[in-house]
């Protein structure tokens, strides 16, 4: 079965400018999660969704968001870009507790 | 704060040899798991033990858990070149609300 697809897989953007990376999970796989991976900080957790609700948070600013559809497709959102904010950009997909997560390749973001 | 720390934070080894890292962490667990990552790509899920399991077995690797100590170990017998990598524990606790939360990792170096 095909594994989880993240699109683009490599970004440039600028200062002040937003961005939108998608997240499509392995089929019937309901829960996606989202992660932050930088040299500095390591994988840091920014929200996970089930069936189109946001189930938890993590400790990021207001500028980051995201939602899923009832395809359970997730995208997330980054406004007004800060140089902190490249990193690669991880999206996985889960089909319960207790089950490992599949991630997909990335969405390497760099903001100049 | 990270809920897995590994140790140590780097390795390198003979071809032939094991390696073995260790993970702390701090509140009880449902599960910890175990992800291999290569240089800038995805995390692949190698090993999922639930916190009422001591002992897993997946091929060359072999993980362990004590929840009295809030430790874990992952083990790889008889290594290879291709098994450079970081390797991550992550920990599902319901003190973190069930999110997957990801230690710093141990980058293992197998030479030939």
């Known amino acids: 079965k095909a594994g989880v697809t993240q699109t683009p897989r490599y970004l440039i953007k600028t200062r002040g400018q937003q961005v939108t990376l998608s997240c499509s999970p392995i089929s019937g796989h309901r829960s996606v999660s989202w992660y932050q991976q930088t040299p500095g900080q390591g994988l840091q957790f920014l929200f996970e969704?089930?069936?189109?609700?946001?189930?938890n948070k993590g400790n990021f600013p207001g500028r980051f968001s995201g939602r899923q559809f009832s395809n359970s497709r997730s995208e997330m959102n980054v406004s007004t870009l800060e140089l902190g904010d490249s990193a690669l950009y991880l999206c996985?997909?889960?089909?319960?507790?207790?089950?490992?997560?599949?991630f997909g390749s990335g969405t390497r973001l760099t903001v100049v | 704060s990270q809920q897995g720390e590994e140790d140590p934070q780097a390795l390198s080894i003979q071809e032939g040899e094991n390696a073995t890292m260790n993970c702390s962490y701090k509140?009880?667990?449902?599960?910890l798991q175990w992800y291999r990552q290569n240089s800038g790509r995805g995390l692949v899920h190698l090993i999922l033990i639930r916190s009422n399991e001591r002992e897993k077995h997946s091929g060359r690797l072999r993980v362990t858990l004590d929840t009295s100590k809030k430790s874990s170990s992952l083990l790889i017998t008889a290594s290879r070149a291709a098994d450079t990598a970081s390797y991550f524990c992550a920990t599902d606790a319901v003190a973190a609300g069930n999110k997957l939360t990801f230690g710093g990792g141990t980058r293992v170096l197998v030479k030939p």
């Open positions: 969704y089930f069936s189109e609700t946001q189930r």
């Open positions: 509140t009880s667990i449902n599960n």
């Open positions: 996985a997909s889960s089909s319960g507790q207790n089950y490992g997560y599949t």
